[in-house]
């Protein structure tokens, strides 16, 4: 499956990747346990005592999350030979998943990464199968263990390679298209097209299934499909925050306005603007100087807390000129998502942005940023919300920019030398 973000319990560490246990899988190992139990009744030839089929059941669901285990270390070994690094592997309510630092960088190796795992499965089910009428002699419910997981791991398989994401054969899919055409992106658009009409049709076909019969199967399949629908909406969100990170450069945000000062005004002049200040402006604002109409540095509010109030008139704003060249800064041309990455690393949250002329013009923190983000896709966010934003010098809404980017640059989309 493709990578999505989960939380559990660590269990064990297998050639140095943590193995978790998310809370929900406890709840499919019942529900697994007791349909398997069922069949192992079904299986025996004889009345079992009631902790025997059970305790058979638990092995037979175990015996299918090992399974499940070995699909997901298929991927992640195949992943770590392609020089990709594996941060985990979970195992959850729907299966299992292995979150990876970066998509690989080829669409071939990113095809053998998405194989690797049906193919484990395959591999499992068909030495399983074949091992069932050796079994049958020996035991009818040893061959019904065997036959079971087999099937399993046989579905596994053919399921996972139903060409839609977040599937296998969905990330199978994007890396032929990708190789095809050379697009990454177009690879994630044809896969995520096809991802939402396989899981409406899951959707469909399991109401149906539980209208007419009843049972797990149904609703297993409206999960599934209720799933992929959540995962292929999330993914064409991320895709179109990725192309209007791509498409809007630095000039397109709503930069602030300087404060700007000439150097021959006495430091109170610094106070007074402070404390003209706007209710909900970030309280640390920069305030730029010039002389005679040229920009020669800014001035903190240092100078006000080292010298006494009765000096404030006697200092001039000259007297506590800083370089401009000590500001965080970026052009106004650049593309924002290179703004994401540098505001992350100011420790002020903010940038100073200079024109083609190489002169101040303004400006840019993530409260800027997230609102032409914002609006290019259609929502816009009410002022209280821009405000409270603001005085927390936060994204609106609680858009995860910086996270969208990390994806863009391990995708390979944008690259920090273009």
């Excluded at 092995?59 to 594996?86: D, M, N, P, Q």
């Excluded at 404030?312 to 370089?323: F, G, N, Q, Y």
Aim: charged share 15%.
């Amino acid at each position: 499956m493709e990578e999505i973000v989960t939380d559990g319990w660590e269990l064990m560490r297998i050639k140095g990747i943590p193995l978790r246990i998310h809370p929900s899988w406890f709840l499919i190992l019942l529900l697994f346990t007791w349909t398997s139990q069922g069949q192992v009744v079904k299986a025996s030839t004889s009345t079992l005592p009631f902790w025997t089929s059970w305790a058979l059941g638990l092995i037979t669901a175990l015996l299918l999350f090992l399974s499940v285990l070995l699909h997901e270390l298929g991927h992640s070994l195949v992943a770590l030979r392609e020089g990709v690094k594996v941060h985990s592997i979970t195992l959850f309510l729907l299966g299992g998943v292995a979150k990876v630092e970066k998509e690989c960088s080829t669409p071939m190796s990113a095809l053998r990464v998405a194989a690797a795992g049906p193919l484990v499965s395959l591999i499992i089910a068909l030495i399983l199968l074949n091992a069932v009428n050796g079994a049958s002699e020996i035991s009818p419910l040893l061959a019904n263990l065997l036959g079971q997981i087999g099937s399993l791991n046989l579905i596994l398989a053919i399921f996972n390679l139903l060409p839609g994401l977040p599937l296998d054969g969905g990330l199978i899919l994007k890396a032929l298209v990708w190789h095809w055409t050379g697009s990454q992106r177009k690879g994630v658009q044809v896969a995520t097209s096809t991802g939402r009409l396989l899981s409406i049709f899951a959707v469909f076909l399991g109401i149906l299934i539980s209208f007419r019969s009843g049972g797990l199967g149904g609703l297993w399949l409206v999960m599934l499909g209720w799933f992929g629908l959540s995962a292929s909406r999330s993914q064409s969100q991320l895709l179109a925050l990725q192309n209007v990170l791509s498409e809007l450069k630095v000039s397109d945000a709503n930069i602030r306005r300087l404060r700007v000062l000439e150097e021959d005004q006495p430091l109170r002049t610094v106070s007074q603007l402070r404390l003209s200040k706007k209710e909900n402006d970030i309280p640390a604002e920069w305030i730029f100087v010039c002389r005679s109409g040229r920009w020669v540095g800014y001035v903190t509010d240092q100078p006000l807390k080292d010298l006494p109030v009765q000096h404030w008139d006697k200092e001039l704003v000259s007297d506590h000129i800083r370089p401009l060249s000590e500001l965080p800064s970026i052009g106004q041309k650049t593309p924002l998502w290179k703004a994401v990455i540098e505001l992350e690393k100011s420790s002020e949250g903010k940038l100073l942005v200079f024109n083609l002329a190489g002169l101040p013009s303004g400006i840019l923190d993530r409260t800027n940023i997230g609102q032409v983000v914002l609006k290019r896709l259609g929502l816009e966010v009410p002022p209280a919300l821009v405000q409270v934003a603001k005085s927390q010098n936060k994204y609106p809404l609680g858009i995860a920019l910086p996270r969208v980017v990390e994806g863009m640059l391990s995708a390979g989309i944008v690259d920090l030398k273009d």
